[in-house]
Every structure is written in structure tokens, then in C-alpha cells.
């Protein structure tokens, strides 16, 4: 399978944090968005299925790749284990069959948060693993406790050490896992590890975010046994090997949510394909209260929007199936431009209100205490020097730049790269006037 591939130019073009220091978007608003837009994979699905693969001795083909700075440095780090991948411009290929054991450090992790998910996989192959803590987005203090905890109580000694994480998984077996809070990534690293543990593992209050499911979907699709991902509790009996296969990865829900937002915002007309109504139900549920039109089909999502919206009173971030905090920077763009006050609360990461500050620099009315943010909607932004924070504050200010009167310029666009691909690009594609250039 891998013989005969391309050699990988996106790789090349987004290899190195470093490629992306130098650049900003030049956006100049005010032009309505119009047209269709295709979704590809999703980030969030992606990153703990690449972990997975260490889990399989064999090559897997994970189909509708997107190319993403996180997603090239998941790469990077699995070459580190002596796993081998190629891609072309729509399939990842994973090749573990030579797959050797080592240690993930620093460097690597702290490019990718979700490095961390590499953990129970080799634990559970391994017997051991040592990995530096994980990196990514200045979101909140993002701790690993719940991932750890678990391993503890599936008998796994662990030790933190001068920022590494050494785990023993000598006497790891399969048992009951009782979360204190719903996490994502806690649940899918605990999923991963009990898919090579003898017996049957219980996970209870699990996140359920559609990920999760399809990260069930994946394992099973290389000989795991997993079920009831997307319910109150996941059952893993484990298995002995898992093996190779192909997988087509889920779209991204919140590319698909911020191509909504967007037009909600700018006013337009577009067809989103790939936009699940299942995943996205939140968000259309408030969409549908602002006075924009949306039609529903089976894969895709049209939303029409001819007039100034209406505010939406009170939106809370919680996890999946309740409005995600990934779409809240975003959200807050659309609420800024409406007509009323909104009150925005985020539950679930305590730094994603950073944004704040760059979108007042645009004019934005927004009032941030805590974990609460009062948005009352002004009739303009203006454009303005901005940056990025984090991904999702990035893409809003890229929202926020479509909307105002004159050019903005949208700093820290490395930000952006981890989760959206070639965003000018989709954005022009659909009428908006952006380009990327780089810094002097
Ligand atoms: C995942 C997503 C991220 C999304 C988030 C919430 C990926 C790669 N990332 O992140 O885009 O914003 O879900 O939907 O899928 N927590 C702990 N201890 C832990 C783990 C988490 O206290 O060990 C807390 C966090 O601080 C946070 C909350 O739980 O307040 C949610 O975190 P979690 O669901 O784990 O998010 P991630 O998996 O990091």
C-alpha cells in the first residue's frame, strides 16, 4: 500500500511551527459569503486515531485527510516510534509494522496536545511508555489527571518527573473507570489502552462527543471490540492483536459550525457539505432563534442570512451533546454583530475569553468577568490589528475581520493552520476577500 505513493509535498509546506511565525491574513470586509463548501476530516477525530494506530500491527489507510500543522506534527512524533506515513492530497497511510518503543520528549509534545493520547496506546502494546507532558493551545490549565487516574486504577504505575510522565504497565489488566468529569481525551486515551487488556474494561460517565464514536468505529474496524461510545458507558473487551484495514475519518463538526457562524455573521448564502445535523444540533437549535434561514439534508446544511440577527440571551459551553466551547470564540463574533445582548458563559476551558480584548480592538461591546462574558451587539467592527490567541480564537477574529468595514490584519496565524486548512483559500472560494501574506 505505501509503495506506491507520492511523496508528500504538504508535508513540506507544513512541516515547522517556525513556517508559519512569519505570516499573517489580510481580510477586508464586508462582502457576503455565497456558494458551497466541502468539509473535510476532522482534527479532533483524526489525532486520536493516528494514537490508535500504534495499537494495530499493520498499514491502515484513514481516508478525507486534511492537512493540518497538528496533524503533521502527530506525524512527526510517530516517526519517532519507527512508524512510517505517506499521504496524498486525501489519504493518510500508517504503516506499524515496524513499530519499536521510545521515549516522546518534549520537543515533540509540546507542539501537540495531543500527543498525550499516545499514552495508553503504548502502555497497552508496550507495557511502558514515557512521554513529556503535552503542549498545544493556551485554552486553561488543560490537565492530564483524569488520563493518569485511570491508568492507576487499571493497575499501571505511574511517576511524574521533571516534566515526564514514566508509566508501568506490568500489571495492567482490565477493570471499572468511573470519570470524575466527562473528558474527551481521558476517555479516548482509556478506550485505546483497554483494547489490548485481557477481559473487560467499563468506562463510565464518558464523554460523548461524535469523535469518541468514531474513534470506536476506527479500533473496531482493526479487530477491537469497543462499544456504546456516544452513551453513558463504553464497554472495551480486549483482544490480542489488532491488525491493519481502511477507514474513512468523520467530517469536522466545528469547520463545519464555523463556515455556519461565518455566514450568520457576513450575511450570505452558502451550502456547507459535510455539516451533520446530529453533531451540529446546538448550534443549529440557535441558529434557528436568530432569524437565519436553515435547511437541513442528509450530509449538508444551507444556511441563508439577509438581515442583521438577533442575539441569542444565554449560551453555556458544556460538553457534547450541549453547545462546544470549541465554537464559542466564533459564536461570540456572531453575538457582537447582533441586535440585543447576549450572556456568554464557558464552562469548560477558563482562558478561551482571551479574544475578547482583540475583537474590542475592533469595536466589539463585550464585557468579560470570570468565566462570563456580557456581549451587547454594535451595527459595525471595525478593521484592526489582531492576534490570534489560540485556534478557535483565531478563526474568530478571522470571522470578525470578514465582517468589518476596512482591512484587519489576523496575527499568529500558525494558530489557525492547526485546525483549519488553507482557510484564505475556502474563505475566497465563497467570496471573501483574504489573502495570506508574510511579514516583513
Ligand atoms: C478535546 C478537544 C478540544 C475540545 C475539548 C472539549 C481534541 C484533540 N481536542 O480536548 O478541541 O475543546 O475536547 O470538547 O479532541 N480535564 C481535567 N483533567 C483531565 C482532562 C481534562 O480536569 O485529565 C478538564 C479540562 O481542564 C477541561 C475539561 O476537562 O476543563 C475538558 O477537557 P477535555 O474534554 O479533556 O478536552 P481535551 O480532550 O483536552
New binding site residues.
Given amino acids: 500500500m505505501l509503495s506506491n505513493l507520492n511523496t508528500n509535498k504538504h508535508t513540506k509546506i507544513l512541516c515547522s511551527y517556525n513556517d508559519f511565525m512569519e505570516e499573517k491574513l489580510l481580510v477586508y470586509g464586508g462582502r457576503k459569503l455565497h456558494g458551497s463548501v466541502k468539509v473535510d476530516g476532522a482534527?479532533?477525530a483524526f489525532?486520536?486515531i493516528m494514537a490508535g494506530c500504534v495499537l494495530c500491527d499493520g498499514e491502515i489507510e484513514l481516508e478525507n485527510f486534511v492537512h493540518l500543522l497538528d496533524i503533521e506534527n502527530m506525524r512527526e512524533i510517530l516517526k519517532t516510534l519507527n512508524i512510517k506515513t505517506h499521504s496524498n492530497d486525501r489519504q493518510l497511510y500508517i504503516d506499524t509494522r515496524e513499530i519499536q518503543n521510545a521515549k516522546i520528549t518534549h520537543e515533540r509534545t509540546q507542539k501537540v496536545?495531543?500527543s498525550i493520547?499516545l499514552l495508553g496506546p503504548l502502555l497497552a502494546r508496550f507495557k511502558r511508555a514515557v512521554i513529556a507532558y503535552p503542549g498545544?493551545c493556551n485554552?486553561?490549565?488543560?490537565?492530564?489527571?483524569?488520563?493518569?487516574?485511570a491508568f492507576k486504577t487499571l493497575g499501571a504505575k505511574v511517576l511524574e518527573r521533571h516534566g515526564y510522565i514514566f508509566c508501568d504497565g506490568t500489571n495492567l489488566k482490565a477493570g471499572n473507570v468511573i470519570f470524575d468529569?466527562?473528558?474527551?481525551?481521558?476517555t479516548?486515551s482509556v478506550m485505546m489502552c483497554a483494547c489490548l487488556l485481557e477481559g473487560e474494561t467499563v468506562l463510565k460517565n464518558v464523554?460523548k462527543?461524535p469523535?469518541i464514536v468514531d474513534l470506536q468505529n476506527f479500533l473496531n474496524a482493526m479487530g477491537a471490540h469497543v462499544s456504546g461510545a456516544g452513551e453513558d458507558e463504553i464497554r472495551v473487551v480486549g483482544v490480542k492483536k489488532m491488525h491493519g484495514g481502511n477507514f474513512h475519518v468523520m467530517p469536522d463538526r466545528?469547520v463545519a459550525g464555523t463556515y455556519l457562524l461565518a455566514t450568520a455573521i457576513c450575511g450570505g448564502d452558502i451550502v456547507v457539505d459535510g455539516a451533520i445535523l446530529k453533531d451540529n444540533e446546538s448550534l443549529v437549535s440557535f441558529l434557528k432563534q436568530t432569524a437565519c434561514q436553515i435547511e437541513v439534508f442528509d450530509d449538508k446544511i444551507r444556511l441563508k442570512a439577509d438581515q442583521r440577527l438577533c442575539a441569542i440571551p444565554k449560551i453555556e459551553t458544556r460538553?457534547?451533546p450541549f453547545f462546544?466551547?470549541?465554537l464559542q470564540s466564533q459564536m461570540m463574533v456572531l453575538q457582537a454583530v447582533s441586535s440585543g445582548v447576549c450572556l456568554l458563559q464557558e464552562n469548560?476551558?477558563?482562558n478561551r475569553f482571551a479574544v475578547a480584548s482583540e475583537l474590542k480592538k475592533m469595536g466589539a461591546d463585550i464585557v468579560v468577568k470570570d468565566r462570563t462574558a456580557l456581549v451587547r451587539g454594535v451595527e459595525k467592527l471595525y478593521g484592526a490589528d489582531v492576534f490570534a490567541s489560540d485556534l478557535r480564537a483565531g478563526a474568530s477574529l478571522v470571522l470578525a475581520g470578514l465582517k468589518a468595514e476596512g482591512y484587519a490584519t489576523v496575527h499568529n496565524v500558525h494558530y489557525i493552520d492547526r485546525g483549519y486548512e488553507k482557510i484564505e483559500e475556502r474563505y475566497k472560494l465563497l467570496g471573501a476577500d483574504i489573502k495570506r501574506i508574510k511579514i516583513e
Fill in positions: 482534527k479532533n489525532l486520536p496536545r495531543a493520547f498545544g485554552i486553561g490549565s488543560r490537565p492530564i489527571d483524569l488520563h493518569l487516574g468529569f466527562p473528558s474527551v481525551g481521558a479516548e464523554a462527543e469523535e466545528i460538553p457534547f462546544p466551547t470549541d469548560v476551558f477558563e
